[in-house]
């Protein structure tokens, strides 16, 4: 069974600093999600990474994958308060897309 | 970009009403579309995969018979809540798979029900 972790679960950062959010999943899986969250709101994708050592950067947001450590990292750089939000990483379990989720990491920043 | 609509966006009803949500792909076909539930301040966990035109398969500890799911077309997968009841209040998200764009899966809007 496919299990996907993300530490930390909760983190409060201040604006302007950067700080590293974690994913780590037991099996192989080729593809590798990490999605934005707001309150009452639905999934915004962020990135998708399909291949050991892809990075993709959008913003202040940087994502990368090591397949071999079955380890996705979201590195946020000077965050700001609009990255205020759960940041979820899922993976693809087998051939069916089906996304397995991460435990999340809810992000405050502070002013 | 490739667009799912889910309605109604929240919904309050009745203990032992039923209730169903619809999710649809507006711009795309999709015949396989997944349904996901989040209680608050967790993860989402995957209730089942719907398949247009055959039966939906479900999780592990998820009662087919209380979560009917129907894929009747290309563009609609419906999940009905049956005899709800209060631990049913969950926030219920679809997601559809887009075949011809490279797999990718594209999330509806979500549902919020609360049963009283």
């Known amino acids: 069974e496919l299990k996907v972790e993300q530490n930390p679960l909760f983190l409060s950062m201040q604006e302007g600093k950067n700080y590293t959010i974690y994913c780590n999943y037991s099996?192989?899986?080729?593809?590798l999600y990490w999605y934005r969250q707001d309150p009452g709101k639905s999934l915004e994708s962020l990135f998708v990474?399909?291949?050991?050592?892809a990075v993709k950067q959008e913003g202040r947001l940087m994502a990368s994958l090591d397949t071999k450590a079955r380890l996705s990292t979201l590195h946020i750089t000077a965050a700001v308060h609009d990255l205020s939000a759960t940041y979820f990483c899922a993976v693809v379990d087998g051939t069916a897309s089906k996304l397995t989720f991460g435990t999340g990491t809810r992000l405050q920043v502070t002013l | 970009g490739a667009v799912v609509s889910q309605h109604p966006s929240r919904v309050i009803c009745k203990s032992g009403t039923s209730v169903k949500i619809e999710c649809r792909s507006l711009?795309?076909?999709?015949?396989?579309m997944f349904w996901y539930r989040q209680f608050p301040k967790q993860s989402l966990m995957l209730m089942a995969t719907s398949n247009e035109g055959s039966k939906a398969t479900y999780e592990q500890g998820v009662e087919k018979d209380k979560f009917l799911i129907n894929h009747a077309s290309l563009t609609l997968s419906t999940l009905t809540v049956t005899s709800a009841h209060p631990e049913d209040s969950s926030f219920y998200i679809c997601s559809a798979l887009h075949a011809g764009n490279g797999d990718k899966l594209f999330f509806g809007s979500g549902t919020q029900l609360s049963v009283l």
């Open positions: 990474l399909l291949s050991n050592g």
């Open positions: 711009d795309f076909q999709a015949t396989t």
């Open positions: 099996t192989t899986s080729d593809r």
